[in-house]
């Protein structure tokens, strides 16, 4: 006989997981999925987090100008479809990196609930050629050639150990942990909302996920990312969300 998926596909998926969940949890008790997954759990702390707006951001211009550059239009727009987008939403607090692009982000947030962000210092990007002459651009202090090299063993690795002068991976990732499961103890059971940067939506999302990768995936401007945690589990919930970005009035994606 023949099988309609698109009529009995939802129906027969939902009986299937019921009669999978009475066979292994019996008499009420949680499945080992419902428990990985924080599933029909209440009490979950929810985690936003958000990668900054646009900025205005000049790629051949020195070190030191890629540490804090300020909001471009486009990020300003962002910023505003982001705050409405989420104003319905109940967020017991925003946190945000102390960077121009993401406190004028987590404003834009922060109005629809009257409250002001909370700057995290551990919330800053990863601090690339940290230790170089900031008045001198990536090229002029290393070089066509080690540049080239750097580039496409990025490209293979996606690993931040492979620039030098810069903080280290493990550095990074520990500060990004601390910062976030601080908050996560903060709020139990609650909801915050954390904007940063693309670099330490990867570190906390790679920790979830146990992905090696410093650079698991290319966080949008603007982009919400949502991480469940309950008694020490931890679950990807959201990845990437950019709908509240296309709009009537145009699309103001961007990467």
Avoid at 92 to 118: C, F, K, L, M, N
Wanted: charged share 20%; net charge negative; with cysteine.
């Amino acid at each position: 006989m023949a099988y309609d998926v698109s009529t009995h596909g939802p129906v027969a998926n939902a009986a299937v997981e019921q009669g999978v969940d009475g066979q292994i949890a019996p008499h009420g008790t949680s499945s080992p999925l419902d428990v990985a997954f924080l599933s029909n759990r209440e009490a979950v702390t929810e985690v936003f987090l958000i990668r900054h707006a646009h900025q205005v951001l000049d790629l051949n211009g020195p070190i030191g100008g890629f540490v804090d550059p300020p909001l471009s239009s486009l990020g300003i727009r962002q910023a505003e479809l982001l705050g409405a987008a989420l104003s319905d939403r109940k967020i017991d607090a925003v946190y945000t990196s102390p960077t121009q692009r993401a406190w004028g982000t987590a404003t834009a947030i922060a109005r629809h609930r009257r409250v002001e962000p909370v700057a995290i210092a551990g919330l800053g990007e990863v601090a690339m050629f940290r230790d170089a002459p900031q008045h001198l651009t990536s090229l002029e202090f290393m070089g066509s050639e080690a540049m080239e090299t750097l580039r496409q063993r990025f490209i293979s690795e996606r690993c931040w150990d492979v620039y030098p002068y810069s903080e280290s991976s493990a550095e990074f990732r520990r500060r990004v942990i601390a910062a976030i499961e601080t908050m996560i103890s903060d709020h139990a059971g609650g909801r915050v909302a954390v904007v940063c940067h693309g670099g330490v939506i990867n570190a906390y999302v790679s920790r979830v996920i146990g992905s090696k990768f410093d650079v698991l995936f290319r966080p949008a401007h603007a982009s919400i990312n949502i991480v469940g945690s309950a008694a020490g589990v931890h679950s990807l919930y959201v990845l990437n969300d950019v709908h509240h970005l296309s709009t009537a009035d145009g699309d103001f994606r961007s990467v």
